[in-house]
């Protein structure tokens, strides 16, 4: 299990990312990394019991963390602990 803190930020319309190599902020170098295809499905019950706890149960399958992600509240709205579970041979 971990921990996640996502933090949503707002930026104008017009915001482009500037370029990060060599900016500092311990940032050492910057590699393009090649396009993934990620395909997600998300369950909850007919009555969406797990969105209105802050629960969120996915299926994803294209990445490095294929499996089974369930994510569940922490003390504050930004945190969330999650837990993974790899595919078995045959969910996949």
Do not use: C
């Amino acid at each position: 299990m971990h921990r996640e803190i996502e933090r949503k930020l707002d930026v104008p319309a017009r915001f482009r990312l500037p370029s990060l190599s060599g900016a500092g902020n311990g940032i050492g170098e910057v590699h393009r990394q090649p396009t993934l295809r990620l395909t997600a499905a998300y369950y909850d019950t007919a009555d969406l019991r797990l969105a209105r706890h802050r629960i969120t149960l996915r299926r994803r399958t294209g990445g490095g963390d294929d499996g089974w992600h369930l994510k569940l509240p922490h003390v504050d709205e930004a945190t969330r602990d999650e837990v993974q579970l790899p595919l078995r041979t045959r969910d996949a």
